[in-house]
């Protein structure tokens, strides 16, 4: 039996936040929790396009670290999350 997997990477594609395409400054991240909202939309547009079909959640430095927030808040929701050199560090609680 052949089994199909979609993977999500980043945010989606209409909005482009942080790829110099958004409006305001670049480089310039007021609010993570943007990134956040359009991540989870897009899973969204995702899964009512595929319903059925596991999602596998991927993301690469600031969305390592995104993606992380993204898993941490919504477990049910995926299933596999990887992250590639996420960028993140020890909490001050814990050194």
């Known amino acids: 039996m052949e089994i199909i997997y979609f993977v999500v ?3 989606h594609p209409i909005h482009r936040n942080g790829h110099g395409e958004s409006d305001g400054r670049k480089v ?3 609010d993570y929790r943007i990134y956040l ?5 897009h899973v969204n547009i995702m899964k009512q396009r ?4 596991p999602v596998y959640l991927y993301g690469h430095s600031m969305g390592g670290a ?3 927030l993204l898993a941490h808040e919504n ?3 995926f299933q596999c ?3 590639s050199a996420p960028m ?6 814990f050194s």
Do not use: N
């Not at 909202?37 to 939309?41: E, F, K, V």
């Not at 595929?50 to 079909?53: E, I, R």
């Not at 993140?88 to 609680?93: D, P, R, T, V």
């Open 9 to 11: 990477i980043g945010s």
């Open 28 to 30: 310039d991240v007021t």
């Open 37 to 41: 909202r359009d991540m989870l939309q």
């Open 50 to 53: 595929y319903p059925g079909l």
């Open 66 to 68: 995104l993606s992380m």
């Open 75 to 77: 477990p049910s929701l």
């Open 81 to 83: 999350v990887v992250l």
């Open 88 to 93: 993140i560090s020890k909490s001050a609680e």
